[in-house]
């Protein structure tokens, strides 16, 4: 099946990429493709080194004439973000992603692709095997557990890279380039509750499904009205707070990631059986013609099941359902200076209630510090009245816009040439790239983000444009050829 994808043009890129995906690479378990990384830098006889937190750093010559420009770092993250359909069997931490060519696109099977970031990753390891690529005095820099943390980023120490421009290829829209990103921090709201046994006589018990959500990127797609599984749930829990008692709640996945699905079960009076279905029937009905434009396949779906042992008592599953009602999700704030721009945002990513415990989770993002800690603070607030203990963590800068790059005014015209004069969108994103972390480290270092178009990124919905690959290729190649002589 990957063959395939080997037989793509531009032939190099796409078959580092079928090299690269055939290695399983979870975030924080990134120790195969590091690996992997390293024999393919010691087997081109390139220098290549691991620093003490698993990133990988492969430093090449300058070809032929190229010594008189400024060195570069390539930058890419090796871990990707691992969703699966719900009827998809496959093994992240074994298996290598299962793709296919569908018109324009390459997909996998079921699962997230992994074009983010490994298109960027495949990028620099064919430039790195080739033998006819212009290009200064060049540093790889292959980064770990950018998804999850941004670990490798922030443990890589100054004084390690060389390079006076930082190419990094994790932007998604062929006609854009980057040069600023939003922060991030982690909100984990924890409590616990004393579980309330279960009357048999004369109880019933439901499964409540959200699902067929698309799901998607939560920096990049937050603004788009894409449904929130967790916070559509958590709408058909309090239309019925008063009825049902909570048993479990399992919903959402990954924090940079929209939550495609939820699971929750409830018990009731077997008499209100008729009336609870209508009630959660009619709100399931409402909320999908709500959500019909941008959530075409979602389903509700409500099933009896077998009366589980235990449930929260109504005064703990008043208050959580209540908090994450009140809990922003989505966009906070637009950007006043650049148009179009999210400022501020979260996603309530994660819900677990069972067995007494509870834990929401949430990533917010801004590219205002004062922002973000004040949405954070709104959260903290929301989740702390219901009687959770409320932690920050996981917090990165954001990186903020430098128009007057010397790399910019490079490849903006490069761009026009290539494209007949159509001009590039110079944006920041509200994704978290890892340049406002490795600026701390590296503040003089100029830094750019570009890259081919994927889309649905974080999602089985994953995938990534031929065309667009082929367009992004020629745009990498003339910028590596035209970088600015040294001072």
């Known amino acids: 099946m990957n063959n395939e994808i080997r037989n793509l043009e531009p032939k190099?890129?796409?078959?580092?990429?079928?090299?690269?995906?055939?290695?399983?690479?979870?975030s924080k378990k990134e120790e195969r493709v590091i690996q992997f990384m390293k024999d393919f830098g010691a087997n081109l006889g390139l220098e290549t080194i691991e620093d003490e937190v698993g990133n990988v750093i492969i430093r090449k010559p300058a070809t032929k004439g190229m010594?008189?420009?400024?060195?570069?770092?390539?930058?890419?993250?090796?871990?990707?973000?691992?969703?699966?359909?719900?009827?998809?069997?496959?093994?992240?931490?074994?298996?290598?992603?299962?793709?296919?060519?569908?018109?324009?696109?390459?997909?996998?099977?079921?699962t997230t692709l992994g074009a983010d970031n490994g298109l960027g990753v495949a990028t620099i390891m064919a430039i790195l095997e080739s033998d006819d690529i212009e290009h200064p005095d060049l540093e790889a820099l292959f980064t770990i557990d950018?998804?999850?943390?941004?670990?490798?980023?922030?443990?890589?120490?100054?004084?390690?890279?060389?390079?006076?421009?930082l190419l990094?290829?994790?932007?998604?829209?062929?006609?854009?380039?980057?040069?600023?990103?939003?922060?991030?921090?982690?909100?984990?709201?924890?409590?616990?509750?004393?579980?309330?046994?279960?009357?048999?006589?004369?109880?019933?018990?439901?499964k409540i499904e959200v699902k067929g959500l698309q799901g998607g990127h939560s920096g990049m797609q937050i603004h788009e009205g894409l449904g929130n599984a967790n916070k559509i749930m958590n709408r058909l829990l309090y239309a019925v707070i008063e009825d049902v008692k909570i048993s479990e709640i399992d919903g959402g996945s990954l924090r940079n990631a929209i939550p495609r699905e939820s699971v929750a079960t409830v018990v009731f009076e077997a008499d209100k059986e008729a009336i609870l279905t209508s009630l959660l029937t009619a709100l399931a009905e409402t909320i999908k013609k709500e959500l019909k434009t941008m959530e075409p396949d979602l389903e509700v779906v409500l099933s009896e099941t077998e009366l589980p042992e235990k449930t929260m008592p109504f005064e703990a599953q008043a208050q959580i359902v209540y908090a994450?009602?009140?809990?922003?999700?989505?966009?906070?704030?637009?950007?006043?200076?650049?148009?179009?721009?999210?400022?501020?945002?979260?996603?309530?990513?994660?819900?677990?209630?069972?067995?007494?415990e509870i834990k929401v989770g949430c990533l917010?993002?801004?590219s205002v510090e004062s922002s973000k800690m004040d949405l954070a603070n709104t959260l903290r607030a929301t989740f702390e009245l219901a009687g959770c203990d409320v932690e920050f963590s996981g917090e990165y800068p954001g990186w903020q816009p430098n128009m007057d790059s010397d790399i910019l005014k490079v490849m903006v015209p490069i761009y026009e040439r290539l494209n007949n004069g159509e001009?590039?969108?110079v944006a920041a994103c509200h994704a978290g790239l890892e340049c406002g972390i490795l600026g701390q480290n590296y503040p003089n270092m100029d830094m750019i983000s570009f890259g081919p178009n994927i889309k649905g990124a974080h999602s089985p919905d994953e995938r990534a444009q031929i065309s667009s690959a082929q367009k992004y290729w020629e745009f990498v190649l003339e910028i590596l050829k035209n970088i600015p002589q040294k001072d």
């Open 12 to 26: 190099a890129l796409w078959n580092k990429f079928a090299d690269l995906n055939a290695v399983p690479r979870p």
């Open 168 to 206: 990094n290829l994790d932007t998604e829209e062929d006609d854009e380039i980057g040069v600023g990103c939003a922060g991030g921090i982690d909100i984990t709201a924890t409590g616990t509750y004393n579980e309330e046994p279960v009357a048999k006589e004369g109880m019933m018990a439901y």
């Open 423 to 425: 001009k590039p969108h």
């Open 364 to 366: 917010t993002r801004s």
């Open 324 to 356: 994450i009602y009140a809990a922003h999700n989505g966009v906070y704030r637009m950007s006043a200076d650049i148009t179009d721009l999210v400022e501020t945002s979260n996603n309530i990513a994660r819900v677990i209630v069972k067995d007494g």
């Open 67 to 110: 010594e008189g420009r400024k060195p570069i770092v390539m930058q890419s993250h090796l871990d990707m973000v691992h969703q699966k359909n719900n009827d998809t069997e496959f093994d992240f931490d074994n298996q290598g992603i299962e793709m296919f060519v569908e018109g324009d696109w390459v997909k996998a099977k079921g």
């Open 146 to 165: 950018e998804e999850t943390g941004m670990t490798g980023a922030m443990g890589l120490k100054g004084g390690i890279l060389k390079g006076d421009i």
